[in-house]
């Protein structure tokens, strides 16, 4: 067909009409689409062949826009264009399988007195494909983003397990850490009487079962006393408090510790049918505290203090809290503690030891 | 060296023409734009990126029950199966990605060919 006639053009208006034509001719092989529409009737005067391409002619109604330009508002552009000069839309149209994406700008164009809408129609549909792909993308990102932050967390979770939020940090910034010496810092060591028998005669699933739960109960409790469990090695539990930082009333609150992990098992038992009866051992003393091992690390403690806590621990009767006579000099003014005479202990010579009783205001 | 193939041919800064390309490939392959004429264009460039990101080891998960789930019903033969594994292979070499690269990606592609291609009833 013949992009320049102008079918339905009445008469004296052929002035206008070749204006028209000579302005589109020109514009003929372009690839933005230009269209000349008459918005009295929605016919359309002029085309250029890109615009015939996106919005192909209806044969049986050659002149009318409206059905050719399905998917616009049409009233809308009219309305738009009464109170101003331009209106700019998008609009999308399918040829096949294929989708393009026309950005179109009507203007109003006066010719020989008659107001016209010309239409520039720009493909914008590689721009749209870039937007699409860039969402698309952008929504696989932030996906991973945010599994990486949860696997980040679960690993640091794990390793918070292992060893102190404060050395996790300097591993986490500088790769690596270094052994430090604590003068004073306080270890608590508790085993459990009897468990080779236990766990020899009872279900060993059951006992393993257990001593989880408590062990899992002592976290909670050393947690909430500002303490830091160190690890766990069969049945014995080792605690610490002032390191890896002193924070004042460590040794007051690992005594605290003690005494609720007592009275948490003492509670346990006159509900359970196995009967859990720890000896506990508090030393005061120097602890290096250090990352050991490279593939497989662990936060570990060393010094006097912990094999003293050990010593005590074994010295102590089945539920009670032996302490040391540094521990006692720090604990005594908060607890009630019983002074129970000058022992042997292994390694360390003839020692002032003391029991724990209870906590000053409230005796058990 | 990088890690995978998305890396190496420049990440999605390249794929992105990757993409494109392939998207009119495909849809200008006479044997397979009948596919896409009822196909929403968002949805298409969603799944062509993520397909293509996937198949290059690229950031995007692809499960392949989803791949079997998307072309289920439709009908598609193993001669237009492998032509769009091969218009994906074209694209990827006109694209400068390297032949072994490719060639890894057209493999991987083909591999799924049980996922795509109707059964014979």
Same mark, same amino acid.
């Given at each position: 067909? @013949? ?15 070749? $204006?028209?034509q ?21 016919t359309?005067k002029?085309e @250029?062949?890109?615009?015939?391409r996106?919005?192909p ?7 009318a826009?409206?059905e050719r330009?399905?998917g ?10 009464a ?11 399918r040829?096949?399988?294929r ?9 109003n ?7 016209l809408?010309?239409? $520039? ?7 749209r494909?870039?937007?699409?792909m860039?969402d ?8 991973n983003?945010?599994?990486l ?6 690993v640091?979770?794990?390793?918070l397990n ?8 300097e ?6 850490t270094?052994?430090r010496?604590f003068?004073s810092?306080?270890?608590?060591m508790l085993d ?20 989880n739960?408590?062990f899992?109960s002592f976290?909670r ?6 303490? $830091?469990?160190?690890?766990?090695i ?10 890896p930082?002193?924070?004042? $009333?460590?040794?007051? @609150?690992?005594?605290?510790a003690?005494l609720r992990m ?6 346990? @038992?006159?509900?359970?049918?196995t009967?859990w009866v720890?000896r ?14 490279i593939?497989?690390y662990v ?6 203090a912990?094999?003293l806590?050990?010593?005590?621990e074994h010295?102590?009767q089945p539920a ?7 521990t006692n000099?720090l604990?005594?003014d908060e ?5 129970i005479g000058?022992?042997?202990?292994k390694g360390f010579?003839?020692r002032?030891?003391?029991t724990?009783?209870g906590?000053?205001q409230r005796?058990? | ?21 392939f ?5 200008e ?7 896409f ?5 968002a949805t ?11 198949m290059?080891?690229g &950031?995007?998960?692809? &499960?392949?029950?989803?791949i079997r ?8 033969? &193993? ?5 769009m594994?091969d218009i994906?292979k074209?694209?990827l070499?006109?694209?400068g990605?390297?032949p ?13 060919? &049980?996922l795509v ?5």
């Amino acid at each position: 067909m @013949n992009h320049l006639s102008s079918p339905g053009l009445p008469d004296g208006r052929t002035e206008v009409a070749s $204006e028209v034509q000579s302005v589109l001719g020109l514009a003929q092989g372009l690839a933005t689409g230009l269209a000349l529409i008459d918005p009295a009737d929605w016919t359309v005067k002029a085309e @250029n062949a890109a615009f015939t391409r996106w919005f192909p002619v209806d044969l049986a109604r050659p002149g009318a826009i409206t059905e050719r330009l399905r998917g616009v508002d049409l009233d809308r552009v009219r309305e738009r264009l009464a109170s101003a000069p331009s209106f700019a839309f998008e609009t999308e149209v399918r040829r096949g399988a294929r989708s393009a994406f026309l950005s179109i700008l009507v203007r109003n164009v006066e010719f020989g007195g008659q107001t016209l809408m010309l239409a $520039e129609c720009q493909d914008v549909t590689k721009l749209r494909q870039s937007e699409q792909m860039m969402d698309s993308y952008s929504r696989m990102m932030e996906k991973n983003a945010r599994e990486l932050q949860k696997q980040k967390e679960r690993v640091e979770k794990l390793l918070l397990n292992i060893m102190p939020r404060s050395v996790y940090e300097e591993l986490k910034d500088f790769g690596t850490t270094t052994p430090r010496r604590f003068d004073s810092a306080s270890v608590l060591m508790l085993d459990f009487v009897g468990f080779s028998e236990m766990a020899v005669q009872a279900d060993p699933g059951t006992v393993v079962a257990e001593l989880n739960d408590i062990f899992t109960s002592f976290d909670r409790i050393v947690e909430t006393f500002g303490c $830091e469990r160190i690890k766990t090695i069969g049945d014995a539990y080792v605690a610490v408090a002032g390191l890896p930082e002193p924070e004042g $009333e460590d040794t007051v @609150n690992l005594a605290r510790a003690a005494l609720r992990m007592r009275r948490y098992l003492e509670r346990r @038992n006159s509900a359970h049918q196995t009967a859990w009866v720890a000896r506990i051992g508090i030393a005061t003393g120097t602890v290096i505290g250090s990352l050991v091992g490279i593939q497989k690390y662990v936060y570990d403690i060393f010094g006097p203090a912990v094999n003293l806590a050990a010593r005590l621990e074994h010295h102590s009767q089945p539920a009670e809290i032996t302490i040391c006579a540094d521990t006692n000099d720090l604990v005594r003014d908060e607890f009630v503690t019983r002074d129970i005479g000058v022992h042997d202990i292994k390694g360390f010579g003839r020692r002032q030891i003391h029991t724990l009783v209870g906590e000053l205001q409230r005796t058990w | 060296m990088s890690h995978t193939i998305f890396e190496r041919a420049g990440g999605f800064a390249s794929v992105r023409r990757i993409v494109s390309a392939f998207y009119d490939r495909v849809l200008e392959s006479e044997m397979l734009q009948g596919y896409f004429v009822n196909t929403d264009f968002a949805t298409l460039i969603d799944h062509q990126t993520k397909f293509i990101a996937s198949m290059m080891g690229g &950031p995007a998960s692809f &499960p392949d029950e989803v791949i079997r789930r998307a072309h289920l019903g439709l009908g598609i033969t &193993p001669r237009e199966f492998r032509e769009m594994a091969d218009i994906l292979k074209d694209t990827l070499l006109d694209h400068g990605v390297v032949p072994s690269d490719a060639e890894q990606v057209h493999a991987e592609v083909l591999k799924r060919e &049980p996922l795509v291609v109707a059964r014979a009833a």
